[in-house]
């Protein structure tokens, strides 16, 4: 075995996170397959391996348009997993041999992340995919759990180099009770609406408009806007 | 060609800087190859097709320890680069045929980074090896000038961020003029003497030794440790 080069696959694999407006959730497809002869389902994270035309982000947007709708979504490369035990469960040989009809190679797969939000997307009914909120993960196909908990880490430590990124989880308008709950979900923090207003004060990007909020039953909030420009302005 | 799976070799290959006193140098291998009947010679980084028996974190730290007999060098992955064109020169594609012995598919790499003392490692001459100023380096192999400068781009955010990475750079002792140097070097900037003794205030882990520098030819300034201790204790 030694010093055999590896014959391999390459595949991409999307982790798209949306906001449901209280927690941070994952974009999952639901897998059927065989083994041992009785039917199981479970879950993985959207993917395919690369064609010969395309490069890897160009799989990437591939993938996410065809599942989600969306084109023009912001695609961030953040790791390679090329683990020669990746592919080592027989339920994940097997039903990657059915999916691609040919003899699967080791898989080294390189991951994205895409933050959106979920009404932006058609409904997902046509395809098997279903949004799960990130601490109601199960047991997923593959390594895509380690996956997504890396994707986690690395958005954990980009949003603060990068906190536009947050924006695009939320509508164009939106409340700061909403923001300040895609803030926590983001960074794992806890913070509360009062220690939140002190973080406002960093964040002059986020100015009021003049709606309001509308068909809610508590009294109602004042919209805000997220100003590009004004984000520029304060950048390095 | 549409929707065919392309066939692909994983390869890594290893950004490793070095730091000469002055400046920021980066590891290259010479390269022989014939383009259309006569002999070329260029330079590439280190790398090589991932084998079947190991991840490619394995991968990467053998072709470092061949190279520099250097073990136990902490490597990071940072991108993975798999254009459609990234082979497309016949320069790359014959050297690739005659290196590897076999045709070459389409090859999809992944990019490690090591920061590392040029005096730690054993002489270069029994390999083409050299060390290689980041502001000198010729057009390289392949995409390997692009995955420089993705590295280095990497390395400026990533300083900040983790400012032990530095040290790695240094002997275990060193002058303050030394880590200067190397500051300035990681993150592009060109702070003069003066200014940087207000940077050493929020660096508490760089610590006086006992010691002076010896066979100078100026005043003997004293020699500094990076204490991991305290900066660790400063970590959030």
Known sequence: ?????????????????????ERLNVLLLRRYGEDQGSVFHDMKLPGSLIYQDENLAEAASRVLTELTGLKRVALTQFKAYGSKDRTRDPKDVHWLERAQQTK?????TVAFLALTRISRMRPLTQVEACWVPIDEIPALAFDHNIIIQDSLNYLRN???????????????????????????????????????????????????????????AHRAARLFNFDTKTYNKYRI
């Open 1 to 21: 075995m030694e010093n055999v080069i590896a014959p391999c696959h390459v595949s991409i694999d999307c982790v798209v996170f949306g906001f449901d407006g």
């Open 104 to 108: 699967v190679e080791r898989i080294v």
């Open 158 to 216: 980009y949003v603060p180099l990068e906190p536009s990124s947050m924006f695009r989880l939320l509508p164009p308008q939106f409340t700061i009770s909403q923001l300040r709950k895609v803030y926590n979900a983001v960074t794992g923090e806890q913070i509360d609406a009062r220690n939140f207003y002190k973080k406002l004060k960093v964040m002059p990007y986020v100015v009021p408009s003049k709606y309001k909020e509308t068909g809610v």
